[in-house]
């Protein structure tokens, strides 16, 4: 490791300060509380002095200076304000105010306009300009992205952001002085990534975002700090949301105040694929099969029939007769709720989900190890980087981001193998073209095993490869569902070697949420076999569970075609399309599904019920990297259910204690706001169960956090500090230590979602904002099954 | 191609060898043509920069830094390329000596970048000559090919074991890459916009390695120093400002053209000797003294030694040597706003004060000129070019702000006299606006 940089005494305003040699003048007096206004200059960007509203005094130095492109030196003393300073920003205001259309009362940007906000402080709102304006009409450049050159106050940081932080270069500058005009890469629109970066970090209302504009204002919408529901990543994405008719309608997406892992970034998909809750195709009632047609129901009825189906092949059939299939986006609660669910009151250990990462297999290649998974931010601040198969620009665009700007801003070195020429080649010290398959091969070939590199390429290239990582210190190494099953305990060997620490890539927003939580037919929560449930690990189950290995996927699919499963309980996924199943299989089984849509599943159930999505519930997800995170509910849909209270329900009507499902009493509450939705006409929905059931109104059994307790004592590595969880932090959790043995991981089962950046399973079919953009339709391979999940 | 002039009082040092045709190769060399970088290749680097340093020349693009002080910053050791980079893009209004120079003493501008190269240790040289300037770029390629041909350039020049490289690069139209780091961008091929300094050119510049940049005329210089001693072209001059500049002198005279003059001549004998007295029998009003960017002299100012340092006392500059020469029948609004109309038109926009500030210092100058102008426009015209002052991200908001302030300091009068609809006294046709009608206007 380096030597941390000398520091450098300086005095600002008086105040004696120290900072890192090398360090920008305003990120200095940043950190020492003293603001310095700026326009053009973006932390974490190239530095351009193009605004010039930075400018401070600094003695011996005859004119004013930009300390944005000033570094700290020894013995410097600087003013920041004065009465030459004050006037050189409030005229620099004027003049940038002189050709804007000042069209605050209707801009997007208005009420969180940086502009708006520097000529408050500096007082620059009359104007000496009697002159007509230039004007430009306002270009529309994609789906998503408006420009309007009259607000554009030429800050640069768009171009910036879109080429230095995403490396897409699809901005750029064209003509010259006044006439300069910011434009898109293909003339007259936008071939990129679609990201809306520059949007977001527009610093006024010259970017709008296609999905947002004109539609309202800020202070008319409540902004809650979620996390995305799309990929594995988990990045922090804060919705605007306005009431409705419906209960609440999600205006916008972004992350302008940097909370969580990514920062301000975020991918199309988080910052505007919200829009599939609000698609008219969504259900809202439930819908019971009559005469061989869904048709609307109440909830009541649809509960009744369930639970008694349910109860019926029970008791009649037994548990083994029942399936469960899990969700790779439903939270860590509901999973957990959902595992207890089917074990204790099905009496079934038929559970599963749609796999697309071997998490089992990396567990107990672990075994044994400690702290040896790295974070998303390890990936942003490690000095090497191995990234094994994936394509993180695509399937895991945080990553790739956090990869790219490890790069770009510390020089972190990345180290590719991959069958296909991925993007971030570009980035990569040392780039390995494998063929398609041998990535298990490398990863023997790390440990030492030379006659692997033979399938793998040049052996030359490889061993001088394998020295360079040899010699890291602090690699993280990714690595997608290419290596799975035995190639991964390999990989482990040699972080282990090198003191790296590791990260499992895994499609979908909580697919290492159902890992974790058991949603496998083997597996209890922790990765615990049910093979080995005794003592007091029995008793945590009541002795209830079974102890009998359960049904895969797909073993329950055939299964029911033989006429062995009556019954299956879907909760938001879509197995048979992903999987492409017999949908015949189902002919004879009960079948209940869960989900926003009428996927291919949900068509051929008995039963379906209209499910609350990711933004619509409160609880947590765990990203790819093991990174814990609270989901806040932006608001509550009228008609729709979490399926958290959805299977609390089912288990009531079946005479299930609710109690011994969720263990909610005084004291154990964690968030009071989370289920009553006193907004939407919620709480009374609420309130009259509640009160029916002799329970006190206050302590709901649909509240997720009341499962949490159980799950941070029952399961590994999840005994994070609940204080930070709850206030937005993202916590690192580790995997659990399964001390010796191999846990049963079915690697032939995992199913990579093959998601691209503008799909994304089922949510994405029914996203008009990922469906409009006309770069939706490529890079997806051609053997790619439908998007589901 | 322009027509040469001439006056008894020239001292001939860069133009010495005008209308002689050594364009041409074999004349050039009958000319004491690369005599001078045939000495240089005898002599230490060191050496070179002492007798530049010595020579007391300044820059001739506008600045006036010390050459030899400017060589002398480039770091000896570099694993970068070092560069040689001769700035040919000769654009401030007023000043056309270069264009003179690259016509008719090709080599002279070659032989120069050769001998900053042995000086710097650089081994590769680029000429850029201005857009416009396009039959000059036929003249300096043919050059450059003579050269090559004899084993001037190319590998072991002259048989000394060394190499040296001189391409030439021609500019794309704009005015602002003559400032010397938009010029390296748009060299490298990016849009003309300055870089951020610093880091100064000789320690990173053209394509990241050390930089030497100069104007044609400066490195034009180098050779008769070499050849005749710095002390000799020192001498010429007045102390600190050595050697003889090309004066551009335009406007309202009889004579106009270049003339070599020794640095420190007089400007009024100038004006009346050497550019035969203002024409017409009119008056001498003011005097633009080294290209458009530099604060205007009045009359009663002119009688003053034209070189760096004294101009710069008087609150004026030297700058590239392009001298503007208005009558009494000048309506300096009218010259204000051509001025303005051509740094609005040129400024690269990457900063706010220049691009917004040329633009809107043009539109009120170009409605107060035409009959609209406003009381209030007076001390916003000296309020908006006082606030750019300084303050731009290169010197073209300087350039800009710089001629307005003085003008409207020393000829407000003219300005008051333009007011609410009175035609200009100058030329009554300019009235084709009305007053605007805004509420709170007055
Ligand atoms: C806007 C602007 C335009 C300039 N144009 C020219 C030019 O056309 N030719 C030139 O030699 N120098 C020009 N300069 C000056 C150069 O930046 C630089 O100082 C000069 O080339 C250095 O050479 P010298 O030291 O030999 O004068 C310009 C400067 C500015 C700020
Ligand atoms: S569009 Fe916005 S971000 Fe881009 S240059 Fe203009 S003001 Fe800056
Ligand atoms: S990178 Fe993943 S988590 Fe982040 S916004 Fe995109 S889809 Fe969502
Ligand atoms: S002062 Fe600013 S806008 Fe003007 S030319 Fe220089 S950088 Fe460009
Ligand atoms: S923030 Fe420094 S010039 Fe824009």
């Known amino acids: 490791m380096a030597d941390a940089p000398k520091l450098v005494n300086l005095t600002v305003d008086g105040k004696a300060i120290t900072a890192p040699a090398g360090t920008l003048l305003i990120d200095a007096c940043k950190n020492a509380g003293i603001e310095i206004p700026s326009f053009c200059y973006y932390p974490g960007l190239s530095v351009q002095g193009a605004c010039r509203m930075c400018l401070v005094k600094i003695e011996k130095m005859p004119k004013l200076q930009t300390s944005c492109t000033t570094v700290v030196g020894e013995g410097m003393v600087v003013t920041t304000e004065n009465d030459e300073i004050h006037q050189a920003r409030k005229s620099m205001l004027e003049l940038v105010l002189a050709n804007h259309p000042l069209d605050c009362p209707v801009c997007d940007a208005g009420g969180q306009c940086e502009l708006q906000d520097m000529t408050f402080t500096y007082g620059a709102a009359e104007s000496k300009f009697v002159d007509i304006k230039n004007h430009r009409d306002e270009q529309q450049w994609s789906p998503v992205v408006y420009f309007d050159r009259p607000r554009c106050i030429l800050c640069y940081r768009c171009v910036r952001v879109c080429g230095e932080g995403m490396d897409v270069w699809a901005l750029g500058i064209q003509q010259r002085g006044v006439s300069s005009v910011i434009a898109p890469n293909m003339e007259d629109h936008l071939e990129c990534e679609e990201c809306g970066m520059c949007i977001d970090i527009c610093p006024v209302g010259a970017l709008t975002s296609g999905a947002y504009r004109y539609k309202t204002r800020p202070w008319e919408m409540n902004h809650v700090a979620t996390v995305c529901t799309h990929c594995g990543d988990g990045c922090v994405t804060t919705l605007g949301v306005r009431r409705s008719d419906t209960g609440m309608e999600i205006m916008r997406g972004d992350n302008r105040d940097k909370s969580g892992i990514n920062g301000d970034f975020l991918c199309i998909k988080g910052r505007y694929a919200f829009d599939f809750s609000k698609e008219p195709e969504r259900i809202t009632v439930p819908l019971i099969r009559r005469n061989s047609k869904l048709e609307p129901a109440t909830w009541e009825a649809a509960f009744e029939l369930i639970a008694s189906k349910l109860k019926e092949v029970r008791d009649r059939d037994g548990g083994q007769a029942i399936g469960v299939i899990g969700s790779n986006r439903t939270t860590n609660e509901e999973n957990y709720l959902l595992q207890k669910f089917a074990r204790l009151v099905l009496a079934t250990n038929n559970i599963d989900h749609h796999r697309t990462a071997d998490y089992p297999g990396f567990v107990s290649a672990l075994a044994g190890t400690q702290n040896m998974t790295a974070s998303m931010r390890d990936v942003a601040s490690a000095p090497a980087i191995l990234l094994i198969g994936n394509d993180p620009t695509e399937q895991h665009p945080l990553l790739a981001w956090q990869i790219r700007n490890n790069v770009r801003l510390n020089k972190a070195r990345l180290y590719t193998v991959n069958s296909n020429q991925i993007k971030l080649r570009r980035q990569s010290t040392v780039f390995h073209l494998i063929s398609a398959g041998s990535e298990g091969a490398f990863a023997q070939f790390l440990v030492g095993n030379d006659s692997a590199a033979s399938s793998v390429g040049d052996p030359q290239a490889l061993n001088s490869l394998r020295d360079k990582l040899r010699g890291e210190q602090g690699l993280v190494i990714a690595f997608g569902s290419e290596i799975r099953g035995e190639h991964i305990k390999p990989l482990v060997q040699f972080a282990q070697s090198v003191g790296a620490k590791l990260i499992c890539l895994g499609d979908y927003a909580n697919s290492r949420g159902a890992a974790d939580m058991g949603l496998y037919p083997d597996l209890l929560p922790g990765y615990y076999p049910v093979s080995q449930l005794t003592g007091s690990k029995d008793e945590d189950w009541m002795g209830k569970a079974p102890k009998q290995p359960g049904l895969t996927l797909q073993e329950m699919f055939s299964a029911a075609a033989g006429g062995r499963l009556r019954a299956l309980y879907v909760v938001g996924s879509n197995p048979v399309a992903r999987y492409n199943l017999d949908p015949f299989a189902l002919k004879n089984t009960f079948t209940v599904v869960q989900d926003m849509f009428l996927t291919e599943t949900a068509t051929l159930a008995d039963v379906v019920l209209p499910a609350a999505n990711a933004y619509e519930k409160g609880g947590t997800f765990t990203n790819t990297c093991g990174d814990l995170q609270r989901l806040q509910k932006a608001g509550d849909v009228t008609t729709v259910k979490s399926d958290f209270e959805i299977i609390v329900r089912i288990a009531n009507a079946m005479g299930y204690d609710v109690h011994g499902l969720v263990p909610f009493a005084p004291g154990l509450r964690a968030d009071m706001g989370q289920t009553r939705g006193a907004e939407s006409g919620e709480a009374d929905r609420h309130k009259v169960w509640l009160t029916r059931q002799g329970i006190e109104p206050k302590l709901s059994p649909f509240d997720p956090l009341a499962l949490l307790d159980e799950i941070q004592r029952l399961v590994p590595g999840y005994e994070v500090s609940r204080l930070n969880l709850m206030a937005g932090n993202d916590q690192h959790t580790q995997v659990p230590d399964i001390g010796s043995g191999e846990l049963p991981s079915h690697p032939e089962l995992i199913v990579p979602s093959e998601d691209t950046l503008f799909t994304s399973g089922t949510l994405g079919r029914y996203s008009k904002t990922l469906n409009s953009v006309m770069e939706n339709d490529r890079a997806v391979p051609e053997d790619a099954g439908i998007p589901a999940d | ?442």
């Open chain 2, 1 to 442: 191609m322009a027509d040469l002039v001439s006056h008894p009082a020239e001292v001939k040092v860069v133009s010495k060898r005008f209308g002689k045709g050594a364009a041409n190769i074999d004349r050039y060399l009958e000319l004491d043509g690369y005599k001078a970088v045939q000495k240089a290749l005898g002599m230490d680097p060191d050496a070179i920069i002492n007798e530049v340093k010595t020579s007391a020349l300044r820059g001739r693009g506008g600045a006036g830094f010390a050459t030899g002080m400017k060589w002398s910053f480039v770091p000896k050791q570099s694993a970068k390329p070092k560069y040689v980079l001769c700035n040919g893009d000769e654009s401030e209004p007023g000043t056309c000596k270069d264009r003179l120079i690259l016509e008719h003493d090709p080599h002279s501008v070659i032989e120069g970048v050769m001998i900053a190269g042995l000086a710097i240790g650089a081994r590769i040289g680029y000429i850029y000559i201005r857009g416009e300037y396009r039959y000059l770029s036929v003249i300096m390629e043919k050059a450059i090919a003579d050269a090559y041909a004899r084993g001037f350039l190319g590998k072991n020049i002259f048989g000394s074991g060394r190499d040296f490289d001189v391409y030439w690069h021609g500019g794309a139209g704009a005015y602002e890459v003559g400032e010397e780091s938009a010029l390296m961008e748009s060299l490298e091929g990016k849009r003309g916009i300055p870089r951020i300094k610093p880091p100064f050119p000789a320690v990173v510049g053209l394509f990241g390695g050390p930089t030497v940049i100069n104007n044609v005329e400066t490195l034009a210089s180098v050779p008769p120093i070499i050849l005749q001693g710095g002390e000799w072209f020192a001498s010429l001059g007045t102390p600190k400002n050595g050697g003889t500049r090309l004066y551009c002198l335009n406007g309202h005279i009889n004579n106009p053209g270049v003339y070599e003059l020794p640095v420190g001549f007089n400007l009024l004998r100038m004006i009346n000797e050497v550019g035969g007295g203002i024409w017409k029998g009119r008056k001498l009003k003011a005097v633009t003294p080294g290209g458009s960017s530099c604060p205007i002299l009045k009359a009663e100012e002119c009688d003053i030694a034209m070189d760096f340092d004294t101009l710069m006392k008087a609150g004026s500059m030297l700058g590239s040597g392009g001298v503007v020469i208005l009558d009494d029948q000048t309506c300096m609004v009218k010259y204000a706003l051509r001025t303005i109309k051509f740094y609005q038109h040129e400024s690269c926009g990457w900063c706010i004060p220049c691009r917004e500030g040329t633009d809107w210092l043009k539109k009120s100058l170009t409605r107060f000129h035409a009959g609209a102008g406003l009381k209030k426009d007076i001390d916003n015209i000296q309020y908006l070019a006082e606030n750019m002052l300084g303050r731009t991200f290169c010197a073209l908001g300087d350039a800009a702000a710089m001629p307005t302030i003085s003008i409207v300091k020393k000829f407000r009068n003219e300005f008051e006299d333009h007011l609410e609809g009175r035609p200009c006294p100058y030329d009554p046709e300019a009235v084709t606006q009305q007053l605007p009608v805004l509420a709170g206007a007055h």
